[in-house]
C-alpha cells in the first residue's frame, strides 16, 4: 500500500514550547489530515487540507498542504500538558471511484509541565 | 448526537474462534473503513466500503471478513485465520468526494486473544 512517512517518531518538549511535525509521500494526495489520539481512544480529526499550498489553523495548531501535494506539516504553538497524544497524519488518495485514507506511523508527543 | 458507535470496548477470545466487531455510525455517510493498531504503530487499513453491499481490501485483509448490508453498519469479523488478532480496532465514516471527505473514528475496540 501506499506509505506515509511521519517524523520525527516522538518529541519531549516543556510546556510552551512550540512543536513542529510533517509528512511526506511518494504519492500526490488530494486530501490531507491530522488527527490526535489519546490513550486508549480513536483518533480525533483536527484539521482537514484540500488544496495545495492551504494553510488552516484551528487554535493554536496550524497546518498546510505542501505545494507539491505530497506532503503536509502540523505546528502547534504555545503547548500545553493537554497536547500530550499520538498525532497522526492522514493522505486521502481519490482516483476514479475509490477513496482510500493512508495514514502515517504517528508522533508521540510528550509536554513536561 | 451524531457519531460512530464502536461495541465492545474490550473484547476477549479464545484462540481459535471467530469474533464480530460492531461498528454503527448515524452520520449519514456513504465510507466506511476499518483499521488496525499495534502499540507503536500507525493504522493499518483492513477493508472498506464506500456503499451497501460492496466492499473493498485493504492493505492487511487477510484473516478478516466483513458485510455492509446496511448504510449504517459495517460490522467486522477477525476469523481464526487471522494468525495475530489482538489489536486495538478502529472503525471510521466518511462522506465522499470533495470537501468534506474527513473521517470520523469510533472509540475503538481492544481485542485480546488468549
Known amino acids: 500500500g501506499q506509505q506515509l512517512n511521519q517524523s520525527p517518531q516522538s518529541m519531549f518538549i516543556q510546556e510552551g514550547e512550540d512543536v513542529s511535525m510533517n509528512c511526506t509521500s511518494s504519492s ?22 484540500y488544496k495545495a499550498g492551504e494553510l488552516t489553523s484551528n487554535g493554536r495548531l496550524t ?29 486521502l488518495h481519490s482516483g476514479g471511484s475509490n477513496y482510500k485514507l493512508t495514514f502515517g506511523k504517528g508522533t508521540l508527543l510528550t509536554v513536561n509541565p | 448526537d451524531g457519531g460512530i458507535t ?17 461498528c454503527e455510525q448515524n452520520l449519514n455517510h456513504d465510507a ?7 502499540p507503536g504503530q500507525g493504522l493499518r487499513l483492513i477493508y472498506y466500503s464506500q456503499i451497501v453491499n460492496d466492499f473493498q481490501k485493504g492493505d492487511i485483509a487477510e484473516g478478516y471478513s466483513v ?10 469479523t477477525v476469523t481464526s485465520a487471522q494468525k495475530n488478532p489482538t489489536a486495538f480496532y478502529l472503525c471510521a465514516s466518511s462522506i465522499m468526494g470533495g470537501a468534506g471527505t474527513e473521517a470520523f473514528f469510533g472509540q475503538g475496540t481492544r481485542l485480546t486473544v488468549v
Open chain 1, 28 to 49: 500526490i494526495f488530494n486530501t490531507w489530515l491530522w488527527y490526535k489520539q489519546d490513550p486508549g481512544e480513536g483518533p480525533v480529526l483536527l484539521i482537514a487540507l
Open chain 1, 63 to 91: 497546518a498546510q498542504f505542501g505545494i507539491t501535494r505530497k506532503d503536509s506539516f502540523l505546528n502547534i504553538s504555545a503547548s500545553i500538558p493537554s497536547d500530550v497524544g499520538i498525532y497522526f497524519c492522514a493522505g
Open chain 2, 6 to 22: 464502536q461495541s465492545p470496548k474490550y473484547l476477549f477470545r479464545k484462540e481459535g474462534q471467530n469474533v464480530t466487531l460492531s
Open chain 2, 32 to 38: 466506511m473503513y476499518w483499521y488496525r493498531q499495534d
Open chain 2, 67 to 76: 458485510s455492509r448490508e446496511k448504510k449504517e453498519s459495517f460490522p467486522l
